[in-house]
């Protein structure tokens, strides 16, 4: 499968996005799927995931109330809103697919291209 991000950009502290992770491929509907995040001079962050249904989800602490996500298998695309951003937000965004979880410690076999996002102060 094939994992695309978009979606990122500038924002203000308070602001919203919604990135966006556009998968190919004949089976992409049946994977479960993670978004993590990587800022500059830090090890990649786990962010949140959700499974192949769209039933359960995972979230970081770090994002929890703040973020959501959630998808449509119809349009094969993944989604991470994100609302009351903060300038410790600002991270490259990357989406992960896998087959046996969604959690922090899942094993993501495919990954996509980053997105970035940068919260202003």
């Known amino acids: 499968v094939q994992l695309q991000a978009s979606g990122g950009g500038l924002v203000q502290t308070g602001g919203s996005l919604r990135l966006s992770c556009a998968a190919s491929?004949?089976?992409?509907?049946?994977?479960?799927m993670g978004w993590f995040r990587q800022a500059p001079g830090k090890e990649r962050e786990f962010v949140g995931g959700i499974s192949w249904n769209g039933r359960s989800t995972y979230y970081a602490d770090s994002v929890k109330g703040r973020f959501t996500i959630s998808r449509d298998n119809a349009k094969n695309t993944v989604y991470l809103q994100m609302n009351s951003l903060k300038p410790e937000d600002t991270a490259v965004y990357y989406c992960?697919?896998?087959?046996?979880?969604?959690?922090?410690?899942?094993?993501?076999?495919?990954w996509g291209q980053g997105t970035q996002v940068t919260v202003s102060s």
């Open positions: 491929g004949r089976t992409a509907s049946t994977y479960h």
């Open positions: 992960a697919a896998s087959r046996t979880g969604w959690n922090p410690t899942t094993q993501y076999a495919y």
